[in-house]
């Protein structure tokens, strides 16, 4: 498992919750929701298994499969299960 540092967060891409945009007719899928599977030491309002959404360009992917990784100012919001 990757650990992430600093003020890092590593997701995995969500299928259930993403949102996806189509830029220009092209063939690129962007997704910007996902499940926090590591956070790093300096991270203090995120926590692993939070739903997120964070802004759109600021992840680098990941070697493995539907990861990528943002730093905690990139995160725009946590999904809760409150209706309010």
Not at 26 to 51: A, F, P, Y
Not at 64 to 83: H, N, Q
């Amino acid at each position: 498992m990757l650990k992430a540092v600093a003020d890092r967060i590593i997701v995995k891409l969500d299928a259930a919750t993403q949102s996806s945009l189509i830029i220009a007719d092209s063939s690129v899928d962007v997704r910007n929701c996902g499940v926090v599977q590591s956070v790093g030491d300096k991270v203090r309002t995120i926590k692993k298994g939070n739903h997120i959404v964070f802004h759109l360009f600021d992840e680098l992917p990941l070697p493995e499969d539907g990861l990528v990784v943002i730093r905690e100012k990139s995160v725009l919001g946590i999904y809760t299960d409150e209706t309010n």
